[in-house]
Each structure stands twice: as structure tokens, then as C-alpha cells.
């Protein structure tokens, strides 16, 4: 009921940006908190950072400083602004959305993953 769908994702440079988007579509009445994940190879899939709908946010101490979260509301996309990339932020990052749909049933939803890779 509530698709997300990821952008951004490229092979960079060490020391290099990207900039990653997540558009969420479908029945949403509002969504309360947007996040990114990643995931390297053989590793679990671990937190980099969250921001709620009032604009509140958390990041990841690996990348904190280097990386930015932020919304518009009113597209229902999230990005993630990623600065002074390393080779270890290499991995698939993914987007995960938590709210209230049209209904007001709950929902949690998760995109299907966009590569980066850092080369150094």
C-alpha cells in the first residue's frame, strides 16, 4: 500500500558526494519517521540516520558530520545529502518508511535498495 522507491545511487570516488532520494507513494494519511540503512557485503544491515516529520534528527557516529538527512513533507521523500565519502560507506542503502495511511492503519515499508560504492 505504500511503495518507497530509491535514487541516487552511483560509483564515486573517495572523497566524492552523492546525494540519495526516497519518493514514497500510495494511501498515506502521514508518515512519521523516514530512514536510511545500509548494507555492506556480510555485514548486517545497520541504522546511518533518521529524521521525523517535525524535522528531528539522528545519525549514525560513522557518519555524522559527512552525512545529512532531510524531507519534504509534502512529496513524501526523504534524501540523504553524503559528503567526503569513504570506502567503507560502500554498501546498499535503503529506505524505510513508518506511518498512518489513508485508513489510519499503520504501516512500515522499506525500499528495495540503491548500491553505492566508494573506490578509493
Known amino acids: 500500500q505504500v511503495q518507497l522507491v530509491e535514487s541516487g545511487g552511483d560509483l564515486v570516488q573517495a572523497g566524492g558526494s552523492l546525494r540519495l532520494s526516497c519518493a514514497a507513494s500510495g494511501t498515506i494519511f502521514s508518515i512519521n519517521v523516514m530512514r536510511w540503512y545500509r548494507q555492506a557485503p556480510g555485514k548486517q544491515r545497520e541504522l546511518v540516520a533518521s529524521?521525523?516529520?517535525?524535522?528531528?534528527?539522528n545519525y549514525a557516529d560513522a557518519v555524522k558530520g559527512r552525512f545529512t538527512i532531510s524531507r519534504d513533507n509534502a512529496k513524501n521523500t526523504v534524501y540523504l545529502q553524503m559528503n567526503s565519502l569513504k570506502p567503507e560507506d560502500t554498501a546498499v542503502y535503503f529506505c524505510?518508511?513508518?506511518?498512518?495511511?489513508?485508513?489510519?492503519?499503520?504501516?512500515?515499508?522499506w525500499g528495495q535498495g540503491t548500491q553505492v560504492t566508494v573506490s578509493s
Open positions: 529524521i521525523t516529520s517535525g524535522g528531528n534528527t
Open positions: 524505510n518508511a513508518v506511518g498512518y495511511l489513508r485508513s489510519y492503519q499503520s504501516f512500515g515499508s
